[in-house]
């Protein structure tokens, strides 16, 4: 699933071609591309149909695109990227690709927007803004996702107090977009990596500098990430253009399984986890002791 510096490439291109345009009309060639929106696929047209897009707005890994006042409740199209979800930008005359789920044209004539997803785990839908729970207006769906380390609100702090309150282990906590939003498998690994913390040690026995220096490095590592336009393993994630990103040639752990770790060379190993994997150096990050009984 796309982290957050991949969404915020998206993001970027949606906010430099959509923005201040006018939805002429919506085409949904999948119903269940707006499984999210309960009305379905009539109702959530309709809702679009004649609306300006006046913001194009991230908060960690969730996108949605804000639109102008009509009707209370209808604020924001927010689109679940989901595993292979795109957002495309693409001229009239382009073909249409084999796994379009959703076209929004403008009444400008210029080019459309278009959802496109092959395993159809995303979709888009219409949602009120609501408080989040950190703050700011955010979608209904989302209110409870925390701030991410790269928004100008984002408390490392309340962050680092919100990690050490959790019984849980370091990697589960940063994966919990309710403690701060953004941070995947892959930004994850990377980020303890860099701070030397195994994943596995408990959040309630963290020093205040041990959790700060992982949201450090998280924020790090994924701002590098999004100046090489986010992480791409295959076709499945690429820019509103089409263009995949290259930060997948800078990764230290993630993916490098026996492969000697940059820093010590040891090789680099790699743990089942959560149906996915965790990678670590066992040297640069030894796992944690048992708690005594």
Request: hydrophobic residues 40%; glycine residues 8%; charged residues 25%.
């Amino acid at each position: 699933m796309p982290e957050l510096p991949e969404v915020e490439v998206v993001r970027r291109g949606l906010a430099d071609h959509v923005l201040d345009r006018r939805i002429s009309a919506v085409e949904v060639r999948h119903p269940r591309a707006v499984r999210r929106h309960p009305a379905g696929a009539e109702d959530f047209a309709a809702r679009l149909t004649g609306r300006t897009i006046t913001a194009a707005v991230r908060r960690g890994k969730y996108l949605w695109l804000e639109l102008d006042t009509r009707e209370p409740g209808d604020d924001a199209l927010l689109a679940h990227l989901g595993m292979s979800g795109q957002m495309l930008v693409a001229t009239a005359d382009w073909p249409d690709e084999k796994h379009l789920r959703v076209r929004l044209r403008f009444d400008d004539d210029g080019p459309e927007l278009r959802f496109v997803d092959q395993r159809t785990f995303g979709g888009l839908s219409v949602h009120p803004l609501a408080p989040a729970t950190g703050g700011g207006l955010v979608p209904e769906p989302v209110a409870h996702i925390a701030r991410d380390p790269m928004d100008p609100a984002f408390s490392a702090e309340d962050a680092v107090a919100a990690l050490r309150r959790r019984r849980t282990e370091i990697k589960r906590a940063l994966l919990d977009q309710t403690v701060v939003s953004g941070i995947g498998n892959i930004y994850a690994d990377e980020a303890l990596w860099r701070a030397r913390l195994h994943g596995t040690r408990p959040t309630d026995r963290l020093t205040r500098a041990q959790a700060h220096a992982a949201l450090d490095a998280a924020t790090t590592v994924m701002t590098e990430a999004l100046a090489q336009g986010g992480t791409s393993f295959d076709a499945l994630y690429v820019n509103v253009n089409g263009a995949s990103g290259y930060f997948d040639r800078s990764l230290n752990v993630y993916g490098q399984a026996d492969r000697a770790c940059p820093r010590c060379g040891t090789p680099i190993r790699r743990d089942p986890f959560m149906n996915r994997s965790s990678y670590t150096c066992p040297h640069c990050q030894p796992a944690p002791r048992p708690r005594r009984s």
